[in-house]
């Protein structure tokens, strides 16, 4: 059976369709549910395998981007949330989601490092938002979206606020030693970005473009893959006519129906 | 301001950790850009306020939980008492360092305090009654005097539209009630002279003119008593030029110079009507689902969708809003979009600004600076489009001085919806809904009410007239309303754009009639007169009719997506608009005479003769030692050349996932495109449309009839050398003008008309919506009131079958050819060259536009369809030279190019001309490419190299030759070795 994913569906959020599209493509089918509908409870939770935060700007980034829906989440969802963490299955956030899952503190999801609120993502270094393609570099094999994956994924980042940021240095190596970086702004070579912008968007720490959690089954990241499921979509389709976004979706799913 | 006994009012700053704040650095550059050298440090800080009945432990959880981020940001928080204690905080004009606080008027949209307030209750702090949010500035340096503060706190920092500010602490005001009133006041017209008709138009800014007035005081004798003011108010509104086009409706009387070479009717009975409309007619195409009757123009897309299309323009609230202005621009467009049934897949802006170097002292008593403008304008349109989920894909930024007191924001939206799933079918009994955002005082009559800003220290709602935006309430919009059409749930829809729901609702209920009852629509804060809720222009709301059977399911599914909706009342079959307020009538208008009753207007124009006559040309006899080199870099490097690259990355191109042709192309994805190509995800088929555009006043200046064909030739061919398949543009005007009134204002309104006609025929592509902005004027320096270049914006939207058949403009093989094919024949005449070397202007008219182009562009097509052209650019600004330079920095390749012995250097670099592309064409290409092109002029000009530079010959003399990082350099308007003068 195809497995089921539930994209929730705040004000303000816009790439459901997006993700859909690539979910379908990966061989899922979805429902986008609105935030409203989910609180009537007229939907179960367990019905679905893929929980998915799509892109956008739920409640329109006041505040800071992510930071009112973490705040739903937490006074609303938190017990059907926890359960689908715990339970394993597949949860991603992407973009307005990575910073739902980061604000809402299901990511980084180390124990002590959510303890005092660690990591954030904040204004991109160039006080820009910034729409370009970058290239990322799947590392962590222990995130089920990334595991096995050896190709860069070329996809567009489309954001103001993916600045990842620890409050030391000592965090991000505890990511790296868990093998929780699941992704890394890379030049089109893979070779490091190093840091510098425009190969590195933002200006996050140790070029981190998305993370797992300890469990590796919940993957937060900045850049849109679901916007690369097509060779059309890429501006460089003349020289590598692929579709570099979807093998992640692939992966997603297909552990979602083998577990 | 007074604050209630119980309530308390907590401030809350919100510091940046580190010093190295990206915001407040870019607020440092922006003193500096005004010349504020005394400014060496900017702290930018928020400041929240909250008001109820809190305690200490309630704003520490507010501050912990909701208000700062504790990675990034740390907060003090304050129970503030009135007076303030600290007003004064760094007041003395000797201390290094001093504080500015800016906060919102009252009245003024502020989203982030009605999150606070929702959020704030839910962490379980039920007494936060109500908040609002401002900016902490400290300002560090030396000669820090309160004249230099208020010059930074207006000039930057604040705007007094929307903000009030203060050196110190600034003292919040709340949002408070005032008291509610039904105030009808009668405006007594019977009896009255043409002196006091004018007099009652002018005291209520109806801008009616002596006959319309006339015309409303007969209808007052015929019914036999006085209109009330929200009678004359909708009358007012119905019969603007924003609502009626009465310029372009009208009878013209035009009066040429019998010298001159073209000729002109000598009279107009419908302008618009033997004009634009008439040109869409004699095109019938019949992909052209429709043309000028609704909201959108709309077309036949891929068997199973039609495409909708709208460009508006928002020029004076983004001159006194920058940000606001453009925000609700693009904001209104997109509704017209949404008011065809369509969702909205694709965002276009063309602005045009005063030069961003302008020296402070030169700028117009309370204009803003070009440089803040621009800003405001993009992060405007920044805000909405990316906060909407919308693709910007396609625009074009213009500089020029006659825009620094009266900058262009042309906003458009395009719209995809299955084939004919816009309803027209309102019925009586029909229940009419509000959906979106609440009403409020939001731009009543445009600018009166800025000037009339109550003192917010009274706590009394201002109306300022701009208003901010709120993108996420109108995404719930189309949430809804996209749902709510599949499920067929409204019989007909239209959106509350200029005069608001008189407007919308006047609209739908014009053929049948409507009751209407005010008490029932919901407002933003009481004390609304029944005319002002009427009339009053609050963003993001639509009006839809919905049969009775159907209201249940569309209250559940508002619902759902959190989208307000109200029912105000029923359509009819009357034949009148009926407005209650309660059980008072407060209006009753006969439909006939509301919609039909106008009088049609009568103008003269003048017709000049242009000073130069299309391709006139000089000699260059005494240019030869002009340094090509150093032309070519100040030509790259001239704002309106220059890359746009900064703007564009603002801008999300990307979402919804279907940009096959973006903003930027080429290698490092930094080429400037000729326009953009979408592939709907929606659709199932291949197909793909084009959105491009074309725009120059600077031709405007010299002949407004030869500058309208070659607008609308760019327009065109832009479409054309991304793809399209040149039978499947179509198009749209945006005329902004001056005032009509003014003959020779309306000599070159009725040139550039008569060339829409003329071109759009010729080149069968039909006009299928558009939009005119009139009285763009100014005060110049030298006392005189002036009016800015005609401005044509010419938007173009093309279709192709397949995606697969687009192309970019860089080059993208070495050892390919380079052609140059079209109609060749360059002139000087509004040219960029003359612009970056206005001292040695060479002085000629505009370039034709050949008459042969439209065949051209077919054979071209098929080219094109055959997959046998690899990259293809148009020559526009700065003709061959730019366009190869742009080719070759877009592929990081280089050209070797060869031009004709006879050729005059000067001219075939640098003159501009019409109908002609540069493209590339691989060598086992060659003859099947110059089989196809054999019936036009085609020329093998170059080739594609390896190596990074770009080289000009002339026989065996190379008369250019330059490397691509030097051009980069120019054209990203960085630092060139040893400069440019």
């Known amino acids: 059976m195809k497995p089921s994913a539930l994209i929730l569906f705040a004000p303000g959020t816009n790439r459901d369709g997006d993700v859909a599209q690539a979910l379908s493509l990966a061989g899922a089918s979805s429902r986008t549910i609105p935030l409203k509908t989910l609180r009537d409870n007229k939907i179960d939770w367990a019905d679905h395998q893929i929980l998915v935060l799509p892109g956008g700007f739920s409640y329109a980034d006041a505040l800071g981007a992510g930071k009112l829906l973490a705040l739903d989440l937490s006074h609303y969802f938190i017990d059907q949330v926890q359960a689908f963490v715990a339970a394993g299955k597949p949860v991603i956030g992407i973009c307005n989601g990575f910073q739902v899952l980061v604000k809402s503190g299901i990511l980084p999801g180390n124990e002590a490092l959510t303890e005092t609120r660690t990591a954030t993502l904040t204004h991109n270094q160039g006080n820009h938002f910034e729409c370009r393609w970058v290239s990322l570099k799947p590392v962590s094999q ?17 954001h103001g606020e993916g600045n990842f940021t620890l409050t030391t240095l000592d965090q991000a190596k505890t990511l790296s030693i868990q093998d929780q970086i699941a992704l890394v702004y890379v030049h089109s070579d893979g070779k490091p970005a190093g840091g510098v912008y425009p190969v590195n968007p933002n200006g996050s720490v140790m070029d981190i473009a998305g993370i797992c959690n300890p469990q590796g089954n919940v993957l937060g990241l900045m850049p849109h893959p679901e916007d690369h499921v097509f060779p059309f979509q890429s501006p460089d389709r003349i020289h590598r006519p692929d579709a570099s976004g979807l093998p992640l979706f692939i992966n997603g799913v297909r552990y979602a129906s083998e577990s | 301001m007074k604050v209630n006994g119980s309530a308390a009012v907590y401030r809350f700053i919100v510091k940046p950790n580190t010093a190295n704040d990206p915001r407040s650095l870019g607020y440092l550059a922006d003193t500096h850009s005004l010349s504020l050298y005394q400014i060496t440090q900017i702290k930018c800080q928020d400041l929240y306020f909250v008001r109820g009945g809190l305690d200490q432990p309630d704003a520490e959880k507010l501050a912990a939980q909701l208000l700062h981020d504790p990675v990034t940001q740390s907060v003090e928080i304050d129970l503030l008492e009135f007076p303030l204690r600290n007003a004064n905080r760094n007041q003395n004009e000797n201390t290094s360092s001093r504080t500015i606080e800016v906060a919102l008027r009252p009245g003024v949209t502020d989203p982030v305090a009605e999150q606070i307030v929702r959020a704030g209750h839910l962490l379980g702090i039920p007494s936060l009654e109500s908040a609002c949010t401002g900016l902490r500035f400290i300002l560090t340096g030396g000669g820090l005097t309160d004249d230099l503060l208020h010059l930074a706190a207006k000039r930057l920092l604040s705007n007094a539209v929307i903000q009030t500010y203060a050196l110190g602490e600034i003292t919040p005001t709340f949002s408070t009630s005032t008291q509610s009133h039904d105030l009808v006041e009668t405006i007594h017209l019977r009896g009255l002279d043409d002196a006091g008709l004018l007099a009652v138009s002018s005291a209520r800014r109806a801008a009616l003119n002596l006959a319309e007035m006339h015309a409303i005081q007969d209808y007052c004798m015929r019914e036999n008593r006085d209109l009330t003011d929200i009678e004359f108010e909708m ?45 869409t007619k004699q095109v019938n195409a019949d992909w052209v689902l429709s043309a000028f009757t609704e909201n959108a123009g709309i077309v036949e897309f891929d068997g199973t969708h039609e495409l909708s299309f709208k460009v508006e323009t928002h020029n004076h609230p983004s001159a006194i809003e920058p940000f606001g202005g453009a925000n609700t621009g693009i904001g209104g467009v997109i509704r017209d979009v949404i008011g065809v049934s369509a969702k909205p897949i694709a965002s276009t802006d063309v602005l045009c600004f005063g030069p961003a170097e302008l020296p402070l002292t030169e700028l117009p008593e309370g204009v803003l600076h070009p440089r803040r403008i621009a800003s405001g304008v993009v992060a ?90 709120a993108p996420v309430i109108e995404k719930g919009l189309v949430d809804v309303l996209t749902l709510a059409r599949d499920r067929g749930l409204y019989n007909a829809i239209t959106d509350c754009g200029a005069g608001g729901l008189s407007s919308a609702v006047g609209e739908m209920a014009s053929e049948q009639g409507g009751d209407v009852q005010l008490m029932k629509v919901l407002l933003k804060y009481p004390g609304l007169a029944p005319w002002e809720i009427w009339l009053s222009e609050a ?23 959190e989208v307000e909706m109200t029912d105000i009342g029923n359509f009819t079959d009357t034949g009148r608009m009926r407005v209650f307020h309660g059980a008072n009538v407060v209006l009753d208008l006969d439909n006939e005479f509301l919609h039909h009753g106008i009088p049609q207007r009568h103008y003269s124009a003048v017709i000049n003769k242009p000073r130069f006559e299309t391709g006139q040309t000089v000699s260059l006899e005494g240019k030869a030692d002009t340094d090509l080199r150093k032309t070519l870099l100040k030509l790259l490097a001239h704002s309106n050349i220059a890359s746009k690259e900064r703007t564009i990355r603002d801008y999300d191109h990307e979402v919804q996932g279907g940009t096959v042709v973006k903003p930027l192309c080429g290698l490092r994805h930094d080429g400037p495109s000729d326009g953009s190509v979408i592939k709907p995800l929606a659709s199932q088929t291949n197909h793909a449309f084009v959105l491009s555009n074309g725009l120059n006043p600077e031709y405007g200046k010299i002949d407004p009839y030869q500058m309208t064909w070659l607008v609308i030739d760019e327009a065109f061919r832009n479409a054309v050398a991304c793809g399209a398949d040149p039978s499947r543009i179509a198009i749209l005007d945006n005329f902004c003008w001056g005032d009509p009134t003014r003959p020779e204002i309306m000599g070159d309104l009725v040139q550039s008309a008569q060339a829409c006609f003329e071109a759009a025929v010729h080149y069968e592509t039909p006009f299928i919506s558009g939009k005119d902005s009139f009285n763009n004027e100014y005060l110049g320096s030298d006392g005189k009131i002036h009016a800015i270049p005609p401005t044509l914006l010419i938007s173009a939207l093309g ?33 960029h060259f003359n612009l970056v070397d206005p001292n040695h202007a060479i002085k000629e008219g505009l370039p034709h536009c050949s008459k042969i182009n439209p065949r051209f562009y077919l054979a071209f097509y098929k080219a094109i369809q055959e997959k046998l052209v690899s990259a293809c650019h148009d ?19 280089g050209a070797l190019m060869q031009i004709n012995a006879t050729d005059e250097p000067l001219r075939s670099l640098f003159g501009e001309t019409s109908g002609c592309f540069l493209v590339e064409v691989t060598t086992e290409n060659k003859s099947a490419f110059e089989d196809l092109m054999s019936n036009y002029s085609v020329r093998l000009i170059g080739k594609v190299e390896s190596h990074q530079n770009i080289q000009f010959d002339q026989g065996r003399e190379s008369i250019l030759n330059i490397s691509i990082t030097d051009l980069l350099n120019a054209w990203k308007n960085r630092k060139i070795a040893g400069g440019l003068e």
């Not at chain 2, 959906?435 to 009166?448: C, H, K, V, W």
């Not at chain 2, 919905?546 to 508002?558: H, I, Q, R, W, Y």
């Not at chain 2, 020559?875 to 390749?893: F, I």
């Open chain 2, 875 to 893: 020559l526009s600004e700065g003709g061959l030279a730019v366009a190869t330079a742009e080719m070759c920095m877009a592929g990081r390749l």
């Open chain 1, 142 to 158: 222990k995130c089920l979206w990334t595991k096995n994956l050896t190709e860069i994924i070329d996809c567009p980042v489309a």
């Open chain 2, 235 to 279: 009358l007012a509104q119905t019969w603007s030029e924003h609502c009626v086009h009465k310029t372009f409706k009208s009878q013209v009387s035009v009066y040429s110079d019998k010298s001159d070479t073209r000729s002109f009717p000598a009279h107009y009975s419908h302008l618009f009507n033997q004009t634009i409309r008439a040109a």
């Open chain 2, 539 to 561: 963003q993001e709301r639509m009006v839809i009719a919905v049969p009775g059977k159907n209201l249940n399911e569309l209250a559940d599914l508002c619902s759902q997506y």
């Open chain 2, 799 to 831: 279709v192709m079958p397949d995606w697969q058949q687009s192309v970019t403009m860089d080059f993208k093989h070495a050892g390919s050819l380079i052609y140059l094919i079209g109609d060749f024949a360059p002139a000087f005449g509004g040219s």
């Open chain 2, 380 to 469: 405007g349109i920044q805000d909405y489009g990316n906060k909407m989920g919308i693709p910007t894909v396609n625009g074009a930024i213009w500089y020029d001085p006659d825009y620094v007191a009266n900058p262009l924001v042309f906003c458009g939206s395009v719209g995809l919806a299955p084939k004919g799933s816009n309803p027209h079918a309102t019925t009586p009994g029909d229940h009419i809904i509000v959906l979106g955002g609440r009403t409020g005082r939001d731009g009543l009559r445009g600018a009166t009410f800025s000037s009339m800003t109550m003192d917010a220290q009274t706590g009394e709602v201002s109306g300022a007239s701009v208003q901010i935006g």
